[in-house]
């Protein structure tokens, strides 16, 4: 069977689909971050967060197995990204309009952790379709580089068109989140298996309902 670096196109084709799949949430952070920078630097913002995104999967690539062997490292993971969607969904960083150069530089912060955290779940999965091949995972970094960029340019879009979308990215990062959290390998053992939907679930419900209280009293005060 002819091969790349060691790996069939059936591997290979595994790993491009992994990427369709794993690659929305990314995309929606991207979106998310970048939709309060000025429109002019907003593909700049796109480009450099996931380029500086890029590099770290990369860096995870090589470094997954000691990673993934810190304890926490998934919960802890998780808890930041609650973090993260609450800010975008607040858009804290709206007040920065008017210099853009702080919107920009926040929003390709932002896209940097954001996507470096739920890039874990993506470089774990080629890994373990590719048996561990170093080559086979950067393969996989660099096909999910259009999709991501690609992606995330038409949900920038489809919010900019539809506000409300910004709630259903909010509830996909806390719901990634609450994932991440019941699926630290510490915790997973001992929680009871309706917590590993409740928690993920309630997460979701919490980030939504106070990203939504938390705009109508801004607005109620701004009016």
Wanted: proline residues 3%; glycine residues 10%.
């Amino acid at each position: 069977m002819l091969e790349i670096f060691g790996l069939s196109f059936a591997v290979l084709f595994e790993v491009i689909l992994i990427n369709i799949v794993l690659s929305g949430d990314n995309a929606v952070v991207i979106a998310m971050a970048s939709r309060n920078v000025p429109k002019k630097l907003q593909k700049k913002a796109i480009f450099w967060g996931t380029f500086g995104a890029i590099i770290l999967r990369l860096i995870f690539a090589i470094a997954i197995v000691y990673l993934l062997g810190l304890p926490f490292v998934t919960f802890a993971g998780g808890l930041l990204l609650v973090y993260i969607a609450i800010k975008l969904l607040l858009g804290e960083d709206e007040d920065d309009h008017r210099e853009g150069g702080s919107s920009f530089i926040s929003a390709v912060r932002t896209i940097i952790t954001a996507d470096a955290i739920m890039s874990l779940d993506n470089v774990l999965a080629i890994a373990g379709a590719v048996e561990g091949n170093i080559a086979g995972i950067i393969i996989g970094v660099i096909v999910s580089i259009p999709l991501v960029v690609f992606g995330s340019q038409l949900i920038l879009k489809a919010m900019e068109k539809y506000p409300i979308i910004s709630y259903a990215g909010a509830g996909i990062l806390a719901w990634t989140a609450g994932e991440m959290m019941v699926g630290e390998p510490r915790f997973e053992s001992i929680l009871p298996q309706d917590l590993h939907l409740l928690i993920p679930t309630a997460i979701t419900v919490l980030v939504i309902g106070l990203g939504y209280l938390s705009n109508k009293i801004k607005t109620a005060k701004e009016s």
